[in-house]
């Protein structure tokens, strides 16, 4: 059973930073395609913060270009959020995901969530 674990949310003030880290536990049987993180705030839908593919390409959301940084460490399948300069409507619940190739299509895995609140 493949779980990902999640730490490092907490509060933080405006202009702050916070390292979020997600690791997958249990046995992998297929290939990672990617790892990002999600979030989703009171009322809004869950929306795309980061993201990286096995190739180490990156994407990230407009609103957190420039103050967030993904990073991986392939050896433990571990995935990292640094986000400096923290805003108060950075403030959500942060979701680490992970897509998998099985066969022809791919699954996607969910972390429980992290609270992140930045106060003003």
């Known amino acids: 059973q493949v779980q990902l674990v999640e730490s490092g949310g907490g509060l933080v003030q405006t202009g702050g930073s916070l390292r979020l880290s997600c690791a997958v536990s249990?046995?992998?049987?297929?290939?990672?395609?990617?790892m990002g993180w999600y979030r989703q705030a009171p009322g809004k839908q869950r929306e795309l913060v980061a993201r990286?593919?096995?190739?180490?390409?990156?994407n990230y959301a407009d609103s957190v270009k420039g103050r967030f940084t993904i990073s991986r460490d392939g050896a433990k399948n571990t995935v990292f959020l640094q986000m400096d300069s923290l805003k108060p409507e950075d403030t959500a619940v942060y979701y680490c995901?992970?897509?998998?190739?099985?066969?022809?299509?791919?699954?996607?895995?969910w972390g429980r969530g992290t609270q992140v609140t930045v106060s003003s």
């Open positions: 249990g046995r992998l049987f297929f290939s990672i395609r990617a």
């Open positions: 990286m593919t096995s190739g180490g390409s990156t």
């Open positions: 995901n992970l897509v998998v190739r099985v066969d022809v299509r791919d699954d996607n895995y």
